[in-house]
């Protein structure tokens, strides 16, 4: 199937650990992005990468490290996690930057 | 600070229906107007973009944008039950192409 996949689905785990979230899109788009989304349901841009080149990045904390290895992949670190980062995280790919974005089934994160 | 206002809501309307479900938006450079549905505990899902002043058709959905008075709207006809979601307009602008949502209207229809 064409889509935007994330993985993993559901990521719960301890305030102060380290995680990772994998996008992967075979839509053969060039830019992927990662959004936020709060509990009051608002998404939010963090990051964006047109053809492995990060061209958004958001007032986001540094302990979020997005990484782009090829066009068709884009994943995403925190750090130091927090109870503040409990959100969904959203991966999304458009095939050029002003195109429709595709958005993928989401990572809910939730910090104990 | 570019922004995109939209009606939290609910906006309830009974089956068969027109909904009607607007949003505004704060930067005059802004090209390209999305309409994303959201079900509960989903992703958004693309319902119709448009780029040009006017209304863009699409089966029971229309887009109608007004760049003078920086206004986009979504209309639905026919409103089923199934169609009860969060309605999400996003609008994209500026150099760097960056979408800006909005909060979202929650729509409810009533059999």
Not at chain 1, 3 to 25: F, H, R, W
Request: net charge neutral; proline share 4%; hydrophobic share 30%.
């Amino acid at each position: 199937d064409t889509a935007v996949s994330q993985t993993p689905k559901y990521l719960v785990t301890q305030m102060g650990n380290d995680k990772s979230i994998k996008c992967e899109q075979n839509l053969g788009h060039d830019t992927m992005y990662w959004y936020k989304q709060d509990s009051k349901k608002f998404l939010k841009i963090m990051f964006s990468y047109n053809n492995k080149e990060l061209i958004i990045n958001e007032t986001v904390p540094n302990r979020f490290s997005p990484k782009s290895p090829d066009k068709a992949h884009l994943n995403l670190h925190i750090n130091s996690l927090e109870l503040g980062d409990s959100a969904v995280y959203f991966c999304a790919s458009s095939l050029l930057r002003a195109q429709p974005q595709h958005f993928g089934d989401g990572t809910r994160l939730s910090i104990l | 600070q570019k922004e995109v206002e939209q009606n939290s809501g609910p906006l309830s309307v009974p089956e068969g229906a027109i909904a009607s479900l607007n949003c505004t938006y704060s930067d005059r450079g802004s090209q390209s107007f999305f309409w994303y549905r959201q079900y509960s505990g989903k992703s958004p899902e693309l319902i119709m973009f448009i780029y040009s002043n006017g209304d863009k058709e699409d089966g029971r959905f229309t887009a109608q944008l007004n760049k003078a008075s920086q206004y986009v709207s979504l209309l639905i006809r026919d409103s089923q039950p199934s169609d009860s979601a969060t309605y999400l307009c996003a609008v994209n602008g500026g150099s760097n192409y960056k979408l800006t949502f909005g909060k979202g209207t929650l729509l409810t229809v009533n059999p």
